[in-house]
């Protein structure tokens, strides 16, 4: 890590030698179990893993009634959706980048996999996008649930993809200073932050 660092979140790892093991569950309101059953299980090729009855939220005492759904994948991850009835529909987005950058990527075993998908979903009559190749990094295809849940099958294209451990912590300096320094010049931020991405990106032009 570059020794100028001013950030806390620059500032090195946890100290508590305690990092989550995998992905346990990922959840989302359903407002049709039918429908995301037979998404996950027929199309995804998921098995039904779990399934619960509460009138109110464990956690937060909440008086939110629902059946709530886990679907399983190959390594044991799930992921899990609640319906409750009486739910309004979920308020739209207040840009579209939202309904872009939300997503959820599940790893297939290889390229060829990832094609696989392609055809099997678009035979399934989904709108499929890609493949697309992520600066060799990845290869990814995208599509919907019919929750409208941003969903991508991913396969890393370089066995060291999460690993990039120094430069992330480069970039991420580099990222945060570049606000401060915007804030401290009071210029706009946003430019500033534009301008960083137009410079940085050329290291893939290479
Ligand atoms: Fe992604």
């Given at each position: 890590m570059p020794d100028t660092l001013t950030h806390p979140a620059v500032d090195g790892p946890s100290k508590s030698g305690l990092t989550p093991v995998m992905l346990n569950h990922a959840a989302w309101i359903t407002h049709d179990v039918a429908a995301t059953t037979e998404f996950y299980t027929k199309v995804m090729g998921m098995e039904l893993a779990s399934t619960i009855f509460d009138d109110k939220v464990p956690s937060t005492g909440d008086a939110f009634p629902y059946f709530h759904i886990f679907f399983r994948m190959q390594d044991g991850s799930?992921?899990?959706?609640?319906?409750?009835?009486?739910?309004?529909?979920?308020?739209?987005?207040?840009?579209?980048?939202?309904?872009v950058f939300d997503h959820f990527a599940m790893q297939a075993k290889d390229a060829d996999e990832v094609r696989r998908w392609h055809d099997w979903l678009t035979e399934n009559g989904l709108e499929v996008l890609g493949p697309v190749d992520h600066k060799g990094e990845f290869l990814s295809i995208y599509f919907h649930d019919p929750n409208g849940i941003r969903l991508e099958i991913t396969t890393p294209m370089n066995a060291e993809w999460n690993a990039h451990t120094s430069q992330g912590y480069a970039d991420l300096e580099k990222w945060l200073s570049t606000k401060e320094k915007a804030k401290a010049e009071g210029r706009d931020v946003s430019e500033a932050l534009?301008?960083?991405i137009a410079e940085e990106r050329k290291r893939y032009e290479a």
């Open positions: 799930t992921i899990a959706f609640f319906e409750a009835p009486g739910l309004p529909p979920k308020a739209k987005s207040s840009h579209p980048a939202y309904d534009v301008e960083l």
